[in-house]
């Protein structure tokens, strides 16, 4: 019987520094899982940080785009605007030249009625003349 309450106590021993190697390993893990939970929340800021930098980044592209975009519609309206003043100069330098050729045409009438006139006033001269002459020679 002291035999086997020895061997009760041997083996009672062994199971405690079996329980104590156990506890030691179980600690060993824990604080192996507890650096791995702290490196895993690192890394998720890290990934938290690089996906919010992304999409501030993305959201500046969207900005500058979005800003090109009106200030090429603000130039497209200014194109517009300048054609139709185009437009309007083309239109109106048109009704100007067609205005200054009318003009030209009376001019050219009234030209051509002064040239008539004058030569029949020269034509009258020169018969008024001619009657001047044979009345001096008369005379």
């Keep these: 019987l002291a035999a086997q309450v020895h061997q009760v106590e041997m083996d009672y021993e062994a199971v405690v520094e079996a329980c104590e190697s156990a506890e030691t390993s179980i600690e060993a893990i824990l604080s192996d899982v507890a650096a791995n939970f702290h490196r895993l929340h690192a890394v998720q800021e890290q990934i938290s940080d690089a996906v919010v930098g992304a999409k501030l980044e993305q959201s500046y592209v ?26 309007e100069c083309r239109d109106a330098l048109k009704e100007a030249h067609e205005d200054m050729l009318r003009e030209l ?11 008539d006139l004058y030569a029949s006033k020269e034509e009258e001269l020169q018969a008024m003349t001619a009657k001047g002459q044979e009345k001096e020679e008369e005379v």
Excluded: P, S, T, Y
Excluded at 105 to 115: D, F, G, H, I, T
């Design 62 to 87: 969207l900005w500058e785009a979005l800003h090109k975009e009106r200030e090429l519609a603000v130039v497209q309206q200014r194109n517009r605007e300048l054609v139709a003043e185009g437009v």
């Design 105 to 115: 045409e009376v001019v050219e009438a009234e030209r051509e009625r002064l040239c």
